[in-house]
């Protein structure tokens, strides 16, 4: 196949005939150049139908070319759905279509459209709740039919890689056509930081394709002025390949780029976004052929294709006359131009359409489009006009194939909508329009209901220079709008024109036609948000881009309503679809290392993220990680080991009030706690869910150190803050985090080991019991040390100066050589933590777990009248849990190890899920904490674990402790 279609040069301003390429379609090779879409590329080769519709797999084909429709959704190898009129060209590309059975020629699937009497709209709600039970055979059909692409999870994805990065800027522009840019020059020129955000690869918008005199000249000279105007200059930035997706409160706008997600705030924000031509109703105006009128100029300025050898252009502005002379000039024969307006226009445009003897059919519109092979169109039908949406008698048939339309207009509103804008609709353009923005926001352009080229430029300026006024710069006047908008004539009020036999489309990625929203408005659903629900109209892919207005007009004309106290259906984010890598890409958080950091990078750790704190995984070579693990729990229980504590959290709590601050704060009982003792904090919200833990030490009457989780201290501390602005006690709360590096050493000889740097201090059982704490120093260094048991043997943690942290570290290995002392690292930290069953808040613990479910009611004080979440887990404590967290083993210890998130099953129902699960290198067996049906809580009982592959293995409820379960070795 060759590019039939190709025009020579000057045509298409976006390709590169230089670097030509080949890819695949459906098998067969197509030729394109660098710079063309997937579409434009196969247009150039005659490929004109590109996809099936959603429901009767009708032949689909270009409509927009902007990426504004669903009919160009094609298959990559590892990417579904993609936009084909968006997607770049590349070389050795396979694409494939979707959404269709057997071949993509002649879909078997195709024979649904012969029952479409038997598929009205809602019959699916009207089927299956009759016969609810039939909804699982069906659907699984249903689905089959629907158009979805294919994903293959093995895909060795090239755009794997998503981040994101923060942007501000004075005044931000939406839209890079000739209103954005001429209000980006303008704020620029007012002294403001300017960001462009442009959807499409090249700036200028409609002045790249659109004719505005009859010799096709002034687009692009007014192009060259406002690029050369906003290029080179230090405080404006252009971003091409950038959808603005959204507004949010404080002129946050989220913009994708590539794979990049920018988050760009400004002060003030232009909306120059344009507008979207709409499409004619006529039966068959959903075919391959039948396009708007400004994708075939885009095809033939920005591509430099031949979107057709004849062609009919169904007119209702002098818009069409403007292509119909851009068709001409590609060698496209013009058969006839059908005006849906009755009197003709003097305008240039249409003066020298007449003077190239094209036949001018006015007060005609076309009834239906005619196609052959059922895949294109090959004629039209051209009636006159006898009444709104009606025909008179007589028909002219015309062999074409290519149907043009310019019947109008609707603003692209999508983000005015998202920031709050009113829109109104103007009786004299027959268009909606902006009325009342909120504060920063300015809308310019067709997007303001602003056409004529000189008063959308005029408009771009007044916008800037109002943006630039509200980021604070000392603009003296601002301009008024235009008088003279050119938006008169530029839409028709009534371009839909049911037909008996149906086939007339109103939304294209829904399948639905002119008939389906009117029986739908029978049915009662006459409001237009009750009618996208019914209907599905607007809830496709392009999302009521070209169906919303045509849906509340026949709204406003079924009910009788007025059209003017109607709206279109809610326009919510985003604009344009998002990828899930997009939203759940790599964020920019700040990296923090311990005192002791380097010395882990010495001694070969394998560092790990824990928060925004690199931690070591472990020490050693990863090929050898189980064994290293299991080593380095073995020289805790049996020896010796240290390891960095420091990224704990660490809050200093002082002040008269600072026991009853603790007192609400968490559920056990802080009051009368002895100074030189620590003790458990757990913490809740007001829902009575676990938030976080720790310990708080008294250290004196007034002064309480709480440690909490690495990752919640924030929160905690933030938390902290909140309650009391508004208790108001007398307490000082400081994040002490970064103030201090801690170490914990644990082990049968640890106290030996620490007896050789800490003189000044009484180790032994009776004078430094567990759950004690001391002020002192070791090796010479002030520090807070506590006997807590994370790891369940005897043990110190100690807290020292950061600048000491190291020092520390040093002073201790040095003393434990004697003793063989071990580093080890998170991972060994888990597996001795679950060998003492302690839950790990966020890992064993969700977003709605309470304390009954964790088994923790051991950790609230009943005696105290009050403390945050308290209320809640007394509700919740008289009802019956659904779940409970439980210790296991395995029945059969030879199966493998559940993996964290397994799912815990009763029967076919999941009612749970495996939290932490591991073999224990100190008991030879598997344990595990997963949350279980709570009528299966009892130690002994059995529950069915499934884990990877499907397989079923069998946990036994485990009393846990497992190891040392009367605690004897942390308090020895």
């Given at each position: ?20 390429l080949t890819?695949?379609?459906e ?29 009767y ?22 990417e579904?759905?993609c ?22 020629d002649n879909d ?14 809602g019959?699916?709600y ?44 004075d005044?931000?522009?939406i ?18 930081e300017?960001?462009?955000v ?10 790249g ?7 096709g ?5 007014v ?19 950038a959808?603005?997706?959204g507004y ?9 780029q ?19 031509e ?36 169904l ?5 069409a ?24 226009s ?12 094209i036949?001018?059919h ?6 239906e ?15 006159p006009v ?12 015309v ?21 709050g804008?009113?829109?109104?609709y ?15 926001v ?17 408009d ?44 007339d ?6 399948d639905?036609k002119?008939h ?35 849906a ?13 106290r ?6 919510r ?11 759940a ?6 990296e ?11 001694l ?5 993220p ?17 064994a ?18 420091s990224?704990?959290?660490g ?33 809740t ?8 833990d720790?310990?708080?030490c ?18 905690v501390?933030?938390q ?6 508004q ?22 000889k ?23 704490v ?49 580093p ?15 839950i ?6 969700d ?7 964790a ?8 005696s ?5 979440g308290g ?7 008289a009802k ?7 210790g296991?083993?395995?029945k ?32 030879g ?13 009892a ?8 884990i ?25």
């Amino acid at each position: 196949m060759s590019q039939l279609n190709r025009l020579p040069a000057p045509f298409g301003r976006l390709i590169d005939r230089a670097k030509p390429l080949t890819f695949e379609f459906e098998g067969r090779a197509i030729e394109g150049f660098a710079g063309d879409t997937i579409a434009s590329a196969l247009a150039a080769n005659e490929q004109w139908m590109l996809s099936r519709s959603f429901k009767y797999h009708r032949p689909r084909g270009i409509l927009t070319l902007a990426g504004q429709d669903a009919n160009t959704l094609v298959q990559l190898p590892d990417e579904p759905s993609c936009l084909a009129d968006r997607y770049p060209a590349r070389h050795g590309l396979k694409v494939m279509a979707q959404n269709y059975f057997g071949s993509f020629d002649n879909d078997m699937a195709r024979l649904v459209e012969l029952a479409h009497r038997f598929l009205p709209v809602g019959f699916y709600y009207k089927t299956f709740n009759e016969k609810k039970s039939s909804w699982k055979f069906w659907e699984p059909v249903v689905r089959a039919m629907a158009g979805l692409g294919k994903i293959d999870p093995k895909a060795d994805f090239h755009h794997s890689y998503y981040d994101k990065k923060y942007l501000f800027a004075d005044v931000a522009v939406i839209g890079g056509g000739p209103a954005g840019l001429a209000a980006a020059r303008a704020a620029a020129d007012a002294g403001a930081e300017v960001i462009l955000v442009e959807e499409n690869e090249a700036l200028g918008g409609s002045l790249g394709y659109a004719r505005f005199d009859a010799k096709g000249e002034r687009g692009n000279q007014v192009l060259d002025d406002l690029v050369k105007g906003v290029e080179g200059r230090g405080n404006l930035s252009v971003m091409t390949g950038a959808i603005c997706s959204g507004y949010f409160a404080d002129h946050w706008l989220p913009v994708i780029q590539g794979n990049r997600f920018y988050k760009l705030r400004a002060k003030s924000v232009v909306i120059a976004t344009g507008s979207l031509e709409q499409p004619a109703v006529f039966r068959n105006n959903d075919l391959p052929g039948v396009m708007m009128a400004s994708a075939a100029q885009r095809l033939i300025r920005l591509y430099g294709v031949r979107p057709g050898r004849k062609a009919v252009i169904l007119a209702a502005n002098d818009d069409a006359y403007g292509a119909a002379l851009d068709l001409l000039d590609a060698g496209t024969e013009v058969v006839a131009i059908a005006d849906l307006r009755a009197t003709a226009s003097n305008s240039p445009l249409v003066a020298a359409v007449k003077a190239r003897g094209i036949a001018i059919h006015q007060g005609h519109g076309i009834s239906e489009a005619l196609y052959a092979k059922k895949s294109h169109i090959s004629g039209a039908v051209l009636a006159p006009v006898a009444g709104e949406g009606t025909f008179g008698r007589g028909g002219t048939q015309v062999a074409c194939d290519l149907i043009l339309m310019s019947v109008g207009f609707s603003p692209a509103g999508q983000i005015l909508h998202h920031a709050g804008a009113k829109f109104g609709y103007c009786h004299a353009s027959n268009m909606f329009q902006p009325v009342e923005t909120p504060t920063g926001v300015h809308a310019a352009g067709s997007v303001n209901n602003t056409y004529d080229l000189d008063a959308v430029l005029a408009d771009g300026r007044r916008a800037g220079l109002a943006a630039a006024r509200d980021a604070g710069l000392g603009v003296a006047e601002i301009p008024a709008a235009p008088a003279e908008k050119g938006n008169v004539g530029r839409t028709h009020p009534w371009p839909i024109f049911p037909h008996e036999r149906g086939f007339d489309f109103v939304d294209f990625d829904e399948d639905l036609k002119y008939h389906d929203l009117v029986n739908g408005i029978a049915d009662g659903y006459d409001n237009v948000e009750l009618l996208k629900r019914y209907s599905t109209v607007g809830m496709g892919p392009s999302q009521g881009k070209h169906s919303a207005v045509a849906a509340v007009r026949i709204v406003a004309r079924e009910t009788g309503g007025d059209i003017a106290r109607m709206s279109v259906t809610t326009q919510r984010p985003p604009y344009a679809p998002e990828k899930f890598g997009h939203l759940a890409g790599r964020v920019f958080d700040p990296e923090r290392r311990t005192a002791m950091h380097h010395r882990h990078l010495e001694l070969g750790a394998q560092m790990m993220p824990a928060g925004i704190w690199w931690r070591p995984a472990y020490y050693g070579a990863k090929s050898e990680r189980s064994a290293l693990i299991n080593a380095e729990v073995r020289a805790v229980r049996e020896n010796v080991g240290l390891i960095d504590v420091s990224t704990l959290g660490g809050l200093d709590v002082r002040g008269p009030d600072a026991a009853e601050f603790l007192n609400r704060m968490y559920t056990f009982a802080y009051v009368k706690q002895p100074v030189g003792r620590s003790r458990y904090v757990l913490m809740t919200d007001n829902a009575g869910v676990i938030t976080d833990d720790g310990v708080a030490c008294r250290f004196h009457d007034e002064h309480f150190y709480v440690t909490a989780t690495t990752s919640g201290v924030d929160a905690v501390y933030r938390q902290m803050l909140f309650w009391n602005a508004q208790w108001r006690l007398d307490v000082d709360v400081a994040n002490v985090t970064a103030a201090y590096a801690g170490v914990n050493i644990a082990g049968p000889k640890s106290r030996a080991v620490l007896q050789k740097v800490c003189s000044d201090i009484d180790l032994s059982a009776e004078s430094f019991p567990y759950m004690g704490v001391r002020l002192g120093t070791v090796a010479g260094i002030p520090a807070r040390l506590m006997r807590v048991g994370f790891v369940g043997e005897l043990g110190y943690e100690i807290h020292v100066p950061a600048g000491y942290g190291e020092a520390l570290w040093d002073a201790l290995m040095e003393a434990g050589k004697a003793e063989g002392i071990r580093p080890f690292g998170v991972e060994a930290q888990r597996v001795l933590r679950l060998e003492k069953g302690h839950i790990i808040v966020s890992q064993d613990t969700d977003g709605l777990t309470n304390i009954w479910e964790a088994d923790m009611a051991w950790a609230v004080a009943k005696s105290k009248p009050f403390f945050i979440g308290g209320r809640s887990t007394e509700i919740m404590g008289a009802k019956k849990q659904l779940r409970k967290l439980v210790g296991f083993t395995l029945k059969n210890d030879a199966d493998p190890c559940p993996e964290e998130c397994h799912l815990v099953l009763k029967g076919e129902e999941i009612v749970g899920r495996v939290t932490s699960a591991v073999r224990s290198p100190s008991l030879g067996k598997v344990l595990g904490l997963a949350y279980v049906h709570a009528d299966d809580a009892a130690p002994g009982t059995s529950f069915e674990i499934k884990i990877d592959g499907g397989r079923r293995i069998t946990g036994i409820v485990t009393k846990y402790p497992f190891y040392d379960p009367d605690n004897k070795r942390q308090e020895m």
